[in-house]
């Protein structure tokens, strides 16, 4: 079917195209009965702007985007990025705002998406996330004058205002809790090295284990469900096997625990687990998890807020949100005193 254009409109109407453009952008010209006609019959008719001749007019685009530099198939079994998208798509489809959404391979390539969309005027601004130690992503987006909000620390992201909560704060708390229940040795299953704030939580779990005389061991994963297991199992099979396990995400968390059973081990009898962001899954397993639980939707949608004050030419500064709260479930107790002896 073909698309209903301003020319249909006004012929149904019975007056001129320039009318129903005064009355489709609200501006004087036409009487309030003819322009509340002509909406009534643009909304019968199913119309929308068309956002190419709009960005052509007045330079919006109308819509803002996100690359996403992780597996599309990561992507859909894990609950965080899809928080952050509803909460990002539910305040912009407020404004009628849309969010260009895709997957890239590398930085390269979604530095390149960027220049793309910047060009062909398919966005107004972009959402960055994922930020990497010595990001090249940050001098581009500055190079192009791309309004963007960095949705993580406001570390090393050069004139980009950053929406961002404490995570060493949330380390600490985790640590704090374990600590508290007797624990003595503490593994942090990490996201890749190369992340910003995967650097954050290392190097506040290390100062939060080191205060409380904890031992402290590490392994690096990438999120996904079967590095979580592999790094569990590598932990809890090693000379020097923890008490406890911090994740940096709900998926490995929950394959954390299906390794530790399938090594015979009683959670949290023989060895406590925390997962970062809390989710459903977190509730789904026995035992449920406990998790450093955050409003995701919200830090999208204050992060949307972000950007639309940015690509409206305002000045925008560095957002904190509120810091994760650990919500306790029947995976963390005290060691018992054979496991807190090894």
């Not at 965080?80 to 407020?94: N, R, T, Y």
């Not at 954390?256 to 977190?282: E, F, K, N, T, Y």
């Not at 998890?289 to 004050?309: K, P, V, W």
Request: overall charge negative.
């Amino acid at each position: 079917m073909k698309r209903p254009t301003m020319v249909d409109i006004a012929r149904r109407a019975g007056v001129t195209k320039s009318a129903v453009s005064f009355a489709l952008n609200g501006r004087p010209g036409v009487s309030e009965a003819t322009r509340a006609r002509v909406l009534a019959i643009a909304n019968e008719l199913g119309w929308q702007p068309n956002s190419a001749a709009r960005a052509l007019s007045d330079g919006r685009a109308g819509a803002f985007g996100l690359v996403v530099d992780r597996p599309a198939r990561s992507l859909g079994i894990e609950p965080f990025f899809m928080q952050l998208v509803s909460g990002i798509q539910d305040e912009l489809s407020g404004d009628g705002t849309s969010l260009l959404f895709t997957v890239a391979p590398d930085a390269d390539a979604e530095t390149a998406t960027y220049r793309a969309w910047w060009a062909q005027r398919k966005v107004d601004g972009v959402f960055l996330v994922d930020l990497r130690v010595d990001d090249p992503r940050v001098s581009a987006l500055e190079e192009l004058r791309l309004p963007a909000v960095v949705i993580g620390a406001p570390v090393d992201c050069g004139g980009l205002p950053a929406v961002w909560s404490d995570d060493a704060v949330a380390v600490r708390t985790a640590v704090d809790h374990l600590a508290d229940l007797g624990h003595r040795s503490i593994a942090h299953v990490t996201g890749p090295a190369i992340l910003r704030h995967t650097l954050i939580r290392a190097e506040a779990f290390d100062a939060a284990t080191a205060e409380r005389g904890v031992t402290a061991l590490s392994e690096e994963a990438d999120y996904s469900g079967e590095r979580g297991f592999a790094a569990t199992r590598a932990l809890l099979a090693g000379a020097e096997r923890p008490t406890a396990i911090l994740y940096d995400n709900d998926v490995m968390a929950v394959s954390g625990l299906s390794a530790a059973q399938s090594l015979g081990l009683r959670v949290p009898g023989d060895v406590s687990l925390v997962a970062w962001d809390d989710s459903p899954l977190c509730e789904l397993v026995h035992p449920g998890l406990t998790a450093l639980r955050r409003d995701i939707a919200a830090y999208g949608a204050l992060a949307a807020r972000q950007l639309r004050e940015a690509a409206a030419g305002r000045p925008v500064e560095h957002c904190l949100a509120p810091a994760p709260a650990l919500t306790v479930r029947h995976s963390t107790g005290a060691p018992s005193r054979d496991t807190a002896a090894l």
